[in-house]
């Protein structure tokens, strides 16, 4: 495996790089895990497992499977999402209807929540989490270290991620699959999580692909699966509650996916079969630009996710190849707009997270 080994720093990664022969280390976690990029690998639906890789710049530290290093299993089927809470890292594990609560720093199990339907992304408000769930048509509610859901908010839809937008108010997306009827529409939901009732929504005619936060903004990505070139970038006020900007977005093949803001640059990027980037600062919805694409995907491979650094000049896309064997992150030089850097992840990697 090669990884990009630095002259000089983390902050100086995608500037000046050097190519060094490496390999995956097979030994436990060493040190703390704070501090370190972990990657989700999904694993295939059903039949796979989902994975955690574990990558540190700093010593170049790469363990392939943290997971069943440090807790001598398994983390399970599609390991959905991630979410961190002082000490407390929360695993999403999508089929396998659980969510794993580790501990930051080393990365061992400390309980799992089970009993839950189909999983996707949680968020704590109030002293209690808030799990989002594909098939369920609700969101389940439970206390902060019970270990399995007590309550339900009805939410009529697939939901997907959520974002806590002060004490007690949360957002979440609702959406909905292809040729799914017993739906209500696409909407952004607006929680009070004291209360665990629906206050308000914003209808989206669409299926929303993805969604960020952003200050006082939520941007979402959307599309129509069966009219082509329909898909638009969606900003909402989260303060006043309504949708006060659309823009169709560039691509002429696929569907959007993933999209993240990169603070180093003050643009959002996008995957539609390829890499797009649109200018903009989140100071006002004024004087957004037009969307461009920066990096063309290569045959072989695949963009599926995306992550973007919170102050340092670079964004990761996550390769998933053909779905099946390892897949690899690209390391993308938002100031110089190249590729500075890929390293080795497992089957279909997700997203990354920096644990803090």
């Not at 002259?7 to 190519?19: E, S």
């Not at 989002?132 to 009529?156: C, F, H, M, Q």
């Not at 941007?219 to 303060?239: A, H, K, Q, R, W």
Request: proline share 4%; charged share 20%.
């Amino acid at each position: 495996m090669k990884l990009t080994i630095c002259i000089l720093l983390f902050p100086l990664l995608l500037l000046g790089c050097k190519q060094e022969s490496n390999s995956i280390e097979t030994n436990c976690l060493k040190s703390s895990a704070k501090g370190s990029y972990l990657i989700l690998n999904e694993g295939n639906f059903n039949w796979g497992l989902g994975s955690l890789t574990l990558f540190r710049e700093l010593d170049s530290t790469m363990i392939s499977d943290v997971f069943q290093c440090q807790n001598s299993e398994p983390a399970g089927n599609v390991l959905q999402s991630i979410y961190q809470k002082g000490e407390e890292l929360f695993l999403v594990v999508n089929n396998s209807r659980k969510i794993e609560v580790l501990d930051a720093d080393n990365l061992k199990r400390k309980r799992v929540i089970n009993n839950l339907n189909s999983p996707r992304y949680v968020i704590e408000s109030q002293q209690k989490l808030f799990v989002s769930d594909l098939y369920n048509n609700k969101i389940a509610v439970l206390g902060i270290n019970e270990t399995e859901p007590k309550r339900a908010i009805v939410t009529g839809g697939w939901t997907e991620k959520m974002f806590a937008l002060n004490a007690n108010t949360i957002a979440t997306i609702r959406t909905f699959r292809m040729g799914q009827i017993n739906h209500l529409p696409a909407a952004v939901l607006f929680l009070d999580s004291e209360m665990e009732i629906i206050t308000d929504s914003v209808v989206v005619n669409n299926a929303i692909m993805d969604a960020f936060q952003l200050g006082n903004f939520l941007l979402c990505t959307t599309s129509n699966y069966e009219v082509p070139g329909s898909d638009s970038l969606l900003i909402f006020d989260i303060n006043e509650k309504k949708l006060i900007s659309s823009i169709l977005l560039s691509g002429t093949k696929g569907r959007v996916g993933k999209l993240v803001y990169s603070n180093a640059d003050k643009a959002i990027y996008y995957v539609k079969y390829d890499l797009f980037k649109i200018s903009w600062s989140p100071i006002s919805s004024i004087g957004i630009g037009k969307p461009e694409m920066v990096l063309p995907k290569q045959p072989g491979q695949e963009f599926y996710g995306l992550w973007a650094h919170p102050s340092m000049p670079f964004v990761t896309i996550m390769d998933a190849k053909d779905y099946t064997s390892q897949g690899e992150v690209l390391f993308f030089d938002t100031q110089n707009q190249v590729i500075t850097n890929k390293i080795m992840a497992g089957v279909i990697p997700t997203t990354m997270y920096l644990v803090e």
